[in-house]
């Protein structure tokens, strides 16, 4: 790459989470480097670069809002980014820490921990979109490499990135997998969960469980009268919504739902 | 004597190249350390918790999230824990193939660590983009290998982070032949390259530190300890995985949301060196060779060493895997069925930053009462502040701010704490 070329400027930063959609970054194997080629990383603590408020076209936001310092972070972030984009269920959903949502997190922390002082934690986790702008989403626990390469390949050559908002069931079809609830009665979330993944879990023949999040059009009625044909009780079928992704507004409903037992 | 006068104020705000988000504070007044914190803030994201009224088969795929970067070692550790629990007898095909995939995870994450986190400190590099630019062979090796690493896991779990094939019973799909063919010809063409990255990580200059410490690894009659075993430690402790809690405890700092671990009252460390110290008599002999090659004596007193001994590490994991696919078969089944029962589960395997112990207490339904996770980091958490206060000691207080700063960053970045699982959450009123 010449000299003269202005490399675009990007962060990742991290939230509440686990490090795993860092990873798509750090995973990418010699790909890194070329990458690194094409941007500039500004920030990206894990990988050694560290200005957290340095001017960017990209920010890559890891993990959920869930300390009153995160707050303040997020909206700086947002401030310095031409582009802010969540990656991941923890910054699109609250991710799995958001299990929280439902009881009291602060109570928690005063009853278990001897230095309650210390342990800084909001009520809720929240997802980026609670909090500033995003500009597009990634959705996925974690997000892939192909994921990320796709949207910066996208945001250099200067078009909108592509949302998928397809259903896991039609990956299957795509790649000829037998239809796990159909052929085996396994309680599947693949017709409500967003694809992306490939299809991962019904390719090894086993239940997909939702961790990209709700699909577009997402019908979980339908989806819950199925699981209730298949045996499923209703406490079973709300934890099959109340999991990864689980104040997704359409997992939220559903989960509220079949707690409720008043679904159709 | 004025220089030692001098008060200094190290702070950290952000650890660059560690997992997760942790800051460090240094004070020092006339000489002394008067203050010295290895703070967490990663905030506690409650797993033990949530966990609680979760299914038996939801609990591989619920801790799997506590870490990206050794999510198999949550899964083993749970299916462990809980296979034992309920009796079930994994099929000889599965009990090999959780180690080969655990092999994955540690070439995977050593990898990373020893190319992307700890080398740049000793090149006087600032990330993996830089010293890709003075030693772009090593760097490009390196991270072929990690690259190698991520694939065998993708093998068993269709993907490295957050992978989903682990099921209470086994696996729930198996590798073809094909496939597995495929795999073994690429670790096999990767030993000669794992063989180089010992040589290259026992080439470089690391500091001569010289620290007493008790080291606690797991232990096997036949294997290097990575997905069974014995707990043990090098002052003769052995005891299985249901008696840790009687011998290791748990605490709270004020400064941080980390649990810190004793045992006998005291830090100790766990890890590759604490491993390779007590079970260098279970290496491969190949993989024996190649350490006595690099002079590293062992049992070793200095943390600077944790680099060769993840290199050494992942050509044990390269010999393993090789080892456990040769003749490899597709079973007919890849899990067995198994059936819930009440009680108590205990399990611990060898994460690859060092022992990982779960509990849980299960109904009759198979569905969980109350969970608790030691991870490795928090275990560390001691031994780190005790290391940083000896090694910076012994590499002189007179030095200026930035050399400090850096010092401690790398021995910091010995123990590859990951910050992210260290953050786990403990009922203190657990009885016992």
């Known amino acids: 790459m010449g000299g003269s070329t202005v490399r675009p400027r990007v962060a990742v930063h991290k939230f509440s989470s686990c490090d795993g959609c860092q990873l798509a970054f750090l995973n990418l194997g010699e790909s890194l480097l070329d990458l690194a080629q094409r941007v500039e990383l500004v920030h990206f603590a894990e990988a050694g670069p560290l200005d957290p408020d340095a001017e960017v076209d990209v920010a890559f936001v890891e993990g959920s809002v869930s300390t009153p310092e995160d707050l303040d972070r997020i909206q700086r972030i947002r401030t310095h980014s031409r582009l802010l984009i969540p990656i991941g269920a923890c910054a699109t959903a609250g991710g799995i820490q958001a299990l929280r949502n439902d009881v009291d997190g602060a109570q928690w922390v005063a009853q278990i921990y001897s230095h309650p002082e210390a342990v800084a934690s909001l009520a809720h986790s929240t997802p980026i979109a609670a909090h500033v702008k995003v500009d597009f989403e990634l959705w996925g626990c974690p997000v892939s490499g192909p994921q990320i390469l796709q949207v910066v390949n996208a945001l250099l050559l200067g078009v909108a990135p592509h949302d998928n908002v397809d259903k896991v069931c039609t990956e299957c079809k795509r790649r000829g997998y037998p239809c796990v609830m159909v052929s085996r009665g396994v309680p599947c979330m693949g017709p409500v969960t967003r694809a992306g993944c490939g299809a991962l879990c019904p390719g090894l023949g086993r239940d997909c469980y939702g961790c990209y999040g709700p699909a577009e059009n997402a019908n979980t009625d339908s989806l819950s009268a199925q699981f209730r044909g298949l045996g499923l009780g209703a406490a079973a079928i709300e934890q099959r919504f109340r999991s990864i992704n689980s104040q997704a507004p359409a997992f939220f409903a559903a989960a509220d739902k079949a707690r409720a037992g008043r679904d159709e | ?432």
């Open chain 2, 1 to 432: 004597m004025s220089e030692l006068k001098r008060t200094v104020a190290v702070h950290v705000p952000v650890l660059a190249r560690v997992e997760g988000e942790g800051a460090l504070d240094l004070r020092i007044v006339d000489g002394e350390i008067a203050e010295l914190r290895l703070r967490i803030f990663e905030p506690p994201r409650f797993f033990e918790k949530f966990l609680e009224g979760r299914h038996y088969t939801e609990i591989p795929d619920m801790v799997a999230r506590i870490c990206g970067i050794c999510p198999v070692a949550y899964q083993a550790t749970a299916a462990q824990a809980l296979e034992h629990l309920f009796g079930v007898e994994l099929s000889p095909w599965a009990r090999d193939m959780r180690r080969v995939f655990y092999c994955g995870e540690w070439i995977q994450s050593h990898s990373l660590h020893i190319h992307l986190l700890a080398a740049p400190d000793f090149f006087g590099c600032n990330s993996v983009i830089e010293l890709a630019k003075i030693a772009p062979d090593a760097v490009r090796r390196g991270l072929r290998i990690q690259a190698l690493g991520n694939e065998l896991m993708d093998v068993f779990g269709a993907r490295s982070v957050h992978p989903v094939g682990v099921r209470i019973g086994g696996f729930h799909g198996a590798p073809s032949l094909a496939r597995i063919r495929t795999m073994r010809e690429k670790l096999r063409a990767a030993l000669p390259e794992a063989e180089a990255l010992i040589r290259w990580a026992a080439g470089i200059a690391v500091p001569q530190d010289d620290q007493a410490f008790v080291s606690v690894a797991m232990r096997h009659p036949d294997d290097y300890a990575i997905e069974r075993g014995g707990i043990g430690a090098s002052d003769g402790l052995h005891i299985g995985a249901d008696a840790y809690a009687d011998h290791f405890t748990e605490r709270q700092e004020p400064h941080s949301t980390a649990l810190y671990s004793d045992y006998r009252g005291q830090p100790y460390l766990v890890g590759p060196l604490a491993r390779l110290n007590l079970n260098h008599d279970r290496l491969p002999e190949r993989v024996r060779m190649l350490l006595a090659e690099t002079g590293l004596v062992l049992p070793s007193r200095n943390l600077f060493h944790s680099l060769v001994a993840r290199a050494v590490e992942i050509l044990l994991a390269l010999h393993e895997a090789l080892r456990l696919l040769d003749g490899y078969r597709e079973p007919d089944s890849p899990w067995v069925p198994v059936t819930p029962r009440a009680g108590v589960a205990y399990g611990c395997t060898e994460a690859p930053r060092g022992l990982l112990w779960h509990r849980y207490e299960m109904d009759a339904d198979g569905r969980v009462v109350s969970a608790r996770i030691v991870p490795p980091t928090s275990q560390n958490q001691g031994r780190i502040e005790a290391d940083l206060r000896l090694s910076l000691l012994n590499f002189g207080l007179d030095h200026p701010d930035d050399a400090l700063r850096l010092h401690c960053e790398k021995v910091i970045r010995n123990y590859d704490p990951c910050i992210s699982c260290a953050t786990h959450f403990l009922a203190l009123n657990i009885g016992r």
